[in-house]
């Protein structure tokens, strides 16, 4: 609630509104149904892959099965990463930007590796929350899956 559109919407009220007020006031319900189904996705499986259902395609899928001789694990890897400065604008000289889509970034990966665990309870999942400026653009979500315990 420190960002500074948040803020400026809570003082014109007193006392000031919390989160929920402000989920229900300025994000409405399909924002907070996005949102959720961004945090909590129903994965899509391929060929013994674990897949973020809005990165998958299947023609993507197939080409990246044959350029990477089918590694499972690798292909996850590329097919999953989220690069979360292509989803929300961010100002990099706004410390508190920064600060709150690094935040994002490991809320993200948190809540992928529950759900993952969850849905998967069978399998061991690699979940990375990055902020490398040297190989990353931005901060970057990932998860892979060990195939060594889930052989196809």
């Known amino acids: 609630m420190e960002l500074k559109d948040v803020a400026e919407w809570a003082e014109s009220f007193e006392p000031k509104p919390g989160l929920l007020a402000f989920?229900?006031?300025r994000i409405g319900l399909t924002g907070v149904l996005a949102v959720a189904t961004f945090l909590l996705p129903d994965f899509v499986e391929e060929r013994g892959c674990v897949l973020l259902p809005w990165q998958f395609e299947q023609s993507t899928f197939d080409?990246?099965?044959e350029s990477l001789d089918g590694d499972r694990s690798r292909i996850e890897d590329v097919?999953?990463?989220t690069h979360l400065w292509d989803l929300f604008a961010s100002r990099p000289d706004d410390p508190l930007e920064?600060?709150?889509i690094e935040s994002l970034g490991r809320l993200?990966?948190?809540s992928w590796e529950r759900v993952l665990g969850a849905d998967f309870p069978d399998r061991s999942f690699t979940v990375t929350c990055s902020?490398?400026?040297d190989t990353d653009y931005g901060p970057t979500v990932t998860f892979y899956s060990d195939h060594t315990d889930h052989p196809v």
Request: glycine share 6%.
């Open 63 to 65: 080409e990246w099965w």
């Open 79 to 81: 097919i999953n990463h």
């Open 131 to 133: 902020n490398d400026p």
């Open 23 to 25: 989920l229900g006031n």
């Open 98 to 100: 920064q600060h709150a």
């Open 108 to 110: 993200v990966a948190n």
